[in-house]
């Protein structure tokens, strides 16, 4: 094994960069413990973990936080069976790559497909998406873009109303219930900015954070009240957006569905002109342990299996 791995317990700090998704902004809220150092005779690679117990048992595994955090460092094509785990006493690891770019580590699944709105080529909308826009333009509903650090009180707190009636009606688990404080924090984050679309009446009726992260602009969380639902405001909100990822000359990641095919992926089609792969790994550090945890479930396709 020519690659050696490490755990250092420093809440992300190593791993840490003006990124969206590896910014201590994002890391502290998102429960980051530890940096995954993969090294190899001066060469290295560095991802924020949050390690966690394994249920029933006193061993860890770990995950990325959630998003697109990928590896800090340049080395590429590391086959994660020629990388010695011991010293990290993990059973298991499941790693979320960064878009755009190829992943360090070898053998990586596609686990989505997520939609890219890319200035560099030919803008796409649908007819019905145009004519919903121009109608809520037409009754009064505007958008409004406000700088992270700039955001209001009064704009969190109608914003993470609307997103907290969407994990409702999507009926979201919950982890994906995040608090105001959580909101409040991520938007410190200086490459962040919070998208609003306003009623007539001056009420938020969307929202949408965007952050920047690896050459990427990236709508990460987005909600709309339930008594605006019928109006769409969503698509006056992600078109704005594009408006925003052209002036900047930088692609925006719409993300994907909970499925493929499914009406969330399908809406953001809409905007969309390109799309790729999100790529995981799944690596099984201890083996053995693995196996012991792992016995008798039935998985599927659910990594790591023993928490299936």
């Not at 990928?70 to 010695?84: E, K, L």
């Not at 900047?248 to 809406?267: I, K, R, S, Y």
Request: charged share 25%.
């Amino acid at each position: 094994m020519s690659w050696s791995a490490e755990l250092v317990d420093d809440r992300g700090a190593a791993s840490a960069a003006p990124e969206f998704f590896r910014a201590p902004e994002f890391l502290g809220p998102e429960g980051v413990t530890h940096s995954l150092r993969i090294s190899n005779r001066g060469e290295e690679i560095v991802a924020p973990l949050v390690v966690r117990e394994v249920p029933g048992s006193e061993q860890v595994d770990a995950v990325s936080p959630y998003g697109y955090p990928g590896f800090g460092g340049t080395a590429t094509g590391i086959d994660p069976a020629d990388v010695d785990w011991r010293a990290t006493g993990l059973v298991s690891l499941f790693l979320r790559h960064r878009l755009d770019t190829e992943p360090p580590l070898a053998g990586t699944s596609a686990r989505n497909t997520v939609q890219i709105a890319d200035p560099a080529l030919p803008r796409k909308s649908r007819p019905s998406d145009r004519q919903q826009i121009r109608r809520n333009a037409e009754r009064g509903y505007a958008v409004r873009r406000v700088a992270g650090e700039g955001v209001s009180d009064a704009d969190l707190e109608g914003f993470h109303t609307a997103y907290e009636q969407t994990m409702v009606r999507a009926e979201a688990a919950q982890r994906y219930f995040f608090d105001r404080e959580y909101f409040a924090s991520i938007l410190r984050f200086g490459g962040s900015a919070l998208f609003l679309a306003v009623e007539p009446g001056g009420e938020i009726a969307a929202g949408s954070v965007v952050a920047r992260s690896d050459s990427m602009l990236h709508y990460y969380l987005s909600g709309t009240a339930d008594p605006f639902l019928s109006d769409s405001p969503m698509k006056n909100l992600v078109s704005a957006i594009v408006d925003f990822a052209e002036e900047a000359g930088m692609p925006l990641n719409l993300g994907g569905g909970l499925a493929p095919g499914d009406p969330l992926e399908e809406f953001k089609r809409g905007f969309a002109n390109r799309s790729e792969p999100f790529r995981t790994s799944e690596v099984v550090c201890d083996a053995p342990a693995y196996e012991r945890l792992s016995a008798g479930r039935e998985a599927g396709d659910y990594f790591p299996a023993y928490r299936a």
